[in-house]
């Protein structure tokens, strides 16, 4: 029974491409850093987590060993990295590249200096959302720009408007006083908008608390452009086979090529949705998984301590996974894109991929460097007996 399954490690790269300092990234390895801090005692926490980073199963897969380029482990699965060829470092081209799809034009980007929203482009959505106006209009942390706008939001109604080094839009309200339903109108009408800046993604970032003090909730939601051209999923849905979305990846996809979206929030509950699919998908279904924290929570709050606590806890639900795959099943873990947090800013950071696949068939040994995300593509197109992609080689 032929079933693939996508673990996607949002965030964990493993040192900088040949063209990272094009984007200010020379240096950043967000793998081997979180593991050297923790060597060296930077990582502790009590209560939490301290000492050597401990992924004895990440490792037996070998994580490490793709990180460090050794070729000659003997691991228990294919191991390997790739480059990254799209033309950013954001979400959605990593994730349509890894798809079959690499991304090879230039997204639209809003500037860092102050305002960063035309003010053209800030009177329309205002005029056509019915809003008093908007708050930040900058670049920011998630984090820091609602602790520091959350009391005047709740004061002027007024949203929180604010973007990144990615191509994106992001408005973050007070959950409960604001609403969510009113908070995904904002977004539909402002992904409208802003496609003539061909800016990829609107995303919704509720938060919830008071009197300075606010904390972000589950309830995000990501409004996408379309792939440019039809990814792994879309084939395989129209193959007849299934795909199944955990987590954010069918935003991420703008919910085409998705047979079923599965809601989940956190790790463990993501582990609990891929686990009722280790014993229930179909034949020829893919279970494609974002582990979100890892970025979100982690990468971009430049929390060591957090990250190394959150590896080590995927770490320990492999071998549970492991033992409901059955004969012909294949999983990958992967990630797409780095977000150092021993690095500067709170921004993704540009690096090679780690692959990782193993199952009960699958004959251990490297597969190198890769010159593309799309050699996984390639590889599952493969193995679904699908049209093979233009790009990527597949290593099965």
């Not at 593991?35 to 939490?48: D, F, Q, R």
């Not at 809003?110 to 900058?138: H, M, Q, W």
């Not at 972000?216 to 199944?244: E, Q």
């Not at 047979?259 to 893919?286: C, T, W």
């Amino acid at each position: 029974m032929a079933r693939a399954f996508i673990l996607l490690l949002d965030s964990l790269g493993i040192g900088e491409l040949p063209d990272a300092a094009d984007f200010g990234d020379s240096g950043a390895n967000t793998f081997l850093h979180i593991k050297e801090h923790c060597s060296l005692g930077l990582a502790n926490k009590p209560g939490v987590r301290q000492g050597p980073l401990q992924i004895p199963n990440l490792d037996r897969l070998g994580l490490t060993a793709a990180a460090s380029l050794k070729t000659d482990f003997k691991s228990q699965g294919l191991y390997g990295s790739a480059k990254e060829i799209s033309l950013g470092k954001d979400t959605l081209s990593g994730h349509w590249e890894i798809a079959g799809v690499p991304v090879l034009f230039e997204w639209g980007y809003f500037p860092a200096t102050y305002p960063s929203f035309p003010e053209e482009l800030v009177d329309v959505f205002v005029k056509e959302a019915k809003l008093p106006g908007i708050l930040g209009n900058c670049h920011a942390s998630g984090t820091e720009i609602i602790n520091r706008l959350g009391d005047e939001h709740i004061k002027t109604e007024k949203p929180i408007c604010y973007t990144s080094a990615d191509s994106v839009f992001q408005i973050a309200v007070h959950e409960e006083l604001f609403g969510l339903e009113r908070l995904y109108e904002l977004c539909q009408i402002a992904f409208k908008l802003v496609q003539p800046y061909k800016i990829c993604r609107v995303i919704a970032r509720p938060f919830l608390g008071s009197n300075g003090k606010y904390h972000r909730t589950d309830h995000r939601r990501d409004f996408s452009v379309f792939p440019p051209d039809l990814t792994l999923l879309d084939k395989l849905v129209a193959a007849g086979g299934n795909v199944i979305a955990v987590g954010k990846v069918a935003d991420i996809f703008a919910h085409r090529g998705i047979s079923k979206h599965m809601s989940a929030y956190g790790h463990d509950e993501i582990f609990q949705v891929l686990f009722k699919n280790l014993k229930e998908a179909p034949d020829r279904s893919l279970i494609f998984a974002n582990f979100v924290d890892f970025d979100m929570k982690y990468g971009h709050r430049r929390d060591v301590v957090g990250y190394a606590d959150a590896l080590e806890k995927f770490d320990l639900k492999l071998p549970e996974f492991e033992k409901l795959m059955q004969p012909d099943d294949i999983a990958i873990i992967t990630a797409d894109h780095g977000c150092d947090p021993t690095f500067k800013g709170t921004e993704h950071t540009r690096e090679y991929i780690p692959i990782l696949v193993f199952g009960p068939n699958i004959k251990p040994r490297s597969i190198g460097k890769r010159d593309t995300f799309a050699d996984i593509g390639q590889s599952l197109a493969k193995y679904f007996n699908l049209k093979l992609f233009a790009c990527g080689k597949s290593f099965l």
